[in-house]
């Protein structure tokens, strides 16, 4: 595994340098919750069920961040690289493709990880959300909602021919998922049509396994969820390895 | 000297298009080798095949005694590679660039020392959107020498760069070699391999159709040298076809083209004049080169 570290400290010195990526990662949703909190504030309501706006939203944006990572910075980073052949370079040193791939897949765990524990600060220290779950098992939701998306990133960075391409198709799904699912708009204010058509989408699983952990579901409650996130995981991965290219 | 690397019966398709078709030749230890041709030729092909990027359709490669495709690992940390299209990331500095490709090595040398010997000390904290072309390619160079190889792969390394950046790249490739290490490059520059190269693989059409010293290759098609000159006003050349080693003289105009062959051709083509008391001027002489070799071995000119 040598290369690892220094490969993960300067692809997030990088991701750091990209200031829309930085933007849109870690201080989009914490500035969607004190808009969204100013408006609505967090005082609990039946519609909820008996609990604020904000509490529901800070569970909800963590998919917001995990899409924008997922969906939008993942495959263009990954296209980019392949295109001005970066990765061709990085064949012709002894760098392990395993230690080169977990290094990148760590690195956009990490701004990702930023991204939601500010979104957490700011909803704790602004609006005093209520937190009724168990941090371990929203972790776990946390990871496999981030590796499942980011399965399906590697694989819209394999299947697009360029890293336009790759841009092109990511901010479309993104765009139009995080409208559909609940990560910006509550899912309860979506018409039922609506509501219907996102049980289709990946994100909207997210979302519901983040709230519900956030709210000490039990895992067995959102089997549903989990199991289209274990596919979306497994079937994203391996397509995505079968679809990766080093130039 | 060791051999460096021994390739036999190179072979390799891509589709109907045999890019690289029967090449064998060795590498010695020490030497700057280099493979010329065309754009298409089948260089940058080969020169991968050995750096282990792409697999062989037939034949053998060995590289440091080590089979580039099974022993991958081991080979790419004891040789050095400059790659024709590769690029790094834009907002990346020189100096974490040097930082990070040493950290793939177990053995490495001082970045710093290389930067300077490159000139490149100054622009350390410079991202890499912001290198000159010439510049771009040192990195890339230094990149190539950070974990001290015994071997070092140059494809096209000057192309782009303008005629002055050109020759400062040549210096800094004979001074690889002077560190006792092995250069084997491609280019597609003749004036450059002449110049650069101990010896010299001519590849047209995936094969190569010679290989040899510069020197020897230009010896070998036998071409002529020439003596051009200016006389101003009516003169009689008779004389000038007497001197030894003239096998013809072409006039236009007030232009005077001598062609022969032989160390002597210069002097008894001067001592000739001054015996006939005719003033010439702009007096030049034009030796055959590889561009020379290659449409002798080819019928065709290099350029396209």
């Not at chain 1, 779950?133 to 590697?154: K, R």
């Amino acid at each position: 595994m040598r290369g690892f570290w220094k490969l993960l400290l300067v692809q997030a010195k990088l991701y750091l340098r990209e200031p829309i990526a930085t933007f849109f990662t870690i201080f989009y949703a914490p500035m969607m919750l004190l808009l969204f909190g100013a408006i609505y504030g967090n005082e609990p309501s039946p519609f909820f069920g008996g609990r604020g706006a904000m509490d529901i939203a800070v569970p909800s944006y963590i998919g917001l961040i995990i899409v924008t990572v997922g969906f939008i910075s993942l495959p263009i980073g990954t296209a980019a690289a392949r295109e001005r052949g970066v990765l061709r370079r990085f064949r012709a040193t002894p760098l392990h493709p395993l230690a080169y791939i977990l290094s990148d897949i760590a690195s956009y765990l990490l701004m990702t990880v930023i991204g939601v524990l500010l979104l957490i600060l700011t909803g704790r220290v602004v609006f005093h959300i209520r937190f009724e779950g168990n941090i371990l098992s929203v972790l776990a939701g946390f990871l496999l909602g981030t590796t499942a998306f980011f399965a399906l990133g590697y694989l819209i960075a394999g299947l697009a021919p360029t890293a336009r391409s790759a841009q092109t198709v990511g901010m479309i799904l993104a765009f139009i998922m995080m409208f559909i699912s609940g990560a910006t708009i509550p899912l309860e204010v979506l018409p039922a049509k609506v509501r219907a058509i996102s049980q289709y989408i990946p994100l909207t699983h997210v979302v519901t396994l983040m709230r519900g952990l956030w709210f000490g579901d039990s895992w067995g409650q959102h089997w549903k969820e989990v199991a289209v996130l274990v596919g979306c995981l497994l079937v994203g991965g391996a397509l995505a390895v079968k679809t990766f290219r080093w130039e | 000297m060791g051999i460096a690397i021994e390739v036999n019966d190179l072979h390799k398709f891509y589709g109907p298009v045999r890019a690289v078709d029967g090449v064998s030749f060795t590498v010695e230890e020490g030497e700057i080798f280099g493979m010329v041709g065309p754009n298409g030729a089948g260089k940058t092909t080969t020169i991968e095949c050995v750096e282990g990027l792409r697999r062989p359709d037939r034949g053998t490669i060995r590289v440091l005694g080590l089979d580039p495709q099974r022993d991958g690992y081991e080979l790419r940390r004891r040789i050095g590679v400059q790659l024709q299209e590769a690029a790094l990331h834009p907002r990346l500095k020189v100096w974490e660039a040097l930082d990070l490709f040493g950290s793939f090595y177990p053995r490495r040398v001082d970045g710093k020392a290389l930067l300077e010997q490159l000139g490149l000390a100054d622009k350390r904290n410079a991202a890499f959107e912001e290198l000159s072309g010439g510049q771009k390619q040192r990195l890339f160079i230094a990149l190539a020498l950070i974990n001290d190889p015994e071997l070092v792969f140059l494809d096209e390394l000057t192309t782009g760069l303008d005629p002055q950046a050109r020759r400062a790249m040549w210096d800094l490739v004979r001074g690889i070699r002077e560190r006792g290490k092995t250069v084997f490059l491609t280019t597609h520059y003749m004036e450059e391999a002449e110049r650069l190269c101990d010896r010299v693989a001519i590849m047209d059409r995936g094969k190569i159709v010679a290989l040899d010293t510069p020197e020897n290759l230009i010896r070998s098609i036998g071409a002529e040298q020439r003596v051009v000159f200016t006389v101003d006003g009516q003169w009689d050349d008779t004389l000038l076809r007497g001197v030894p080693g003239v096998t013809r003289v072409e006039r236009i105009g007030e232009r005077t083209v001598v062609y022969g062959r032989g160390e002597g051709l210069v002097g008894g083509v001067v001592s000739a004049l001054e015996r006939m008391g005719i003033r010439f001027r702009d007096l030049r002489t034009e030796q055959p080169t590889l561009e020379d070799v290659f449409l002798a071995l080819t019928g065709r000119e290099m350029r396209e």
